[in-house]
């Protein structure tokens, strides 16, 4: 049986190996440069979002006031109407990357207790680089990849981003796997 407080080496290592990673595929490979979409009349749309004073949240356009209320006439003229979506409002200034970054880190510190819990309870000591990577790379991959799905299911996130996403989670994984399956404990 291996404890959890054995395997802090690969927690730490794999999180700052995906922090890296991460990065990478953010700053220098750009296959998210096309995630967002301008608003067309942006300045306008600020402007009258602006008065109405939006509070950080998220918000669902047009928004029944219940359930029953979804399939009244007068919200099925609104949906039919549009637009329909939904909107993040954060708070004003800059993004806040320092705050959002080291989010992200303890994003993947926590991704790496959680694969480092199951890894302690399906392996042993001394198990072989290929079976820790198989095992522990998929169960870094259930966390990262398939965390994007649900926002093209409830949300209308385009599947390409959400595609990209599932990618980025699959690199992520794999590195997890390998760091893991590197750094195992040797059998006693």
């Known amino acids: 049986m291996i404890a959890l407080s054995d395997l802090w080496l690969?927690?730490?290592?794999?999180?700052?190996?995906?922090?890296?990673?991460?990065?990478?595929?953010h700053m220098v490979i750009p296959i998210h440069k096309g995630d967002y979409k301008?608003?067309?009349g942006e300045d306008k749309l600020l402007e009258a979002m602006r008065g109405e004073r939006l509070e950080p949240g998220t918000y669902m356009f047009p928004c029944p006031?219940?359930?029953?209320?979804?399939?009244?006439?007068?919200?099925?003229?609104?949906?039919?109407?549009?637009p329909v979506g939904f909107m993040t409002v954060i708070s004003n200034g800059p993004?806040?990357?320092g705050k959002n970054l080291t989010q992200w880190f303890i994003y993947t510190l926590v991704i790496g207790v959680f694969v480092a819990y199951l890894g302690a309870l399906a392996l042993g000591r001394g198990v072989e680089y290929g079976v820790v990577f198989r095992f522990t790379g998929t169960a870094a991959i259930l966390g990262y990849a398939l965390a994007a799905v649900?926002?093209?299911?409830?949300?209308?996130?385009?599947?390409?981003?959400?595609?990209?996403f599932i990618f980025d989670?699959?690199?992520?994984?794999?590195?997890?796997?390998?760091?893991?399956?590197?750094?195992w404990p040797a059998a006693a």
Request: glycine share 12%; aromatic share 10%; proline share 7%.
């Open 10 to 25: 690969p927690i730490l290592a794999s999180a700052v190996f995906v922090f890296v990673a991460s990065s990478i595929l």
């Open 38 to 40: 301008k608003l067309p």
């Open 65 to 82: 006031e219940s359930m029953k209320a979804m399939g009244s006439p007068e919200m099925l003229a609104k949906y039919g109407q549009g």
């Open 95 to 97: 993004p806040a990357m």
């Open 150 to 164: 649900p926002e093209s299911i409830w949300k209308g996130q385009r599947w390409g981003v959400t595609l990209t």
């Open 169 to 183: 989670g699959l690199v992520y994984g794999l590195v997890t796997g390998a760091t893991f399956a590197g750094l």
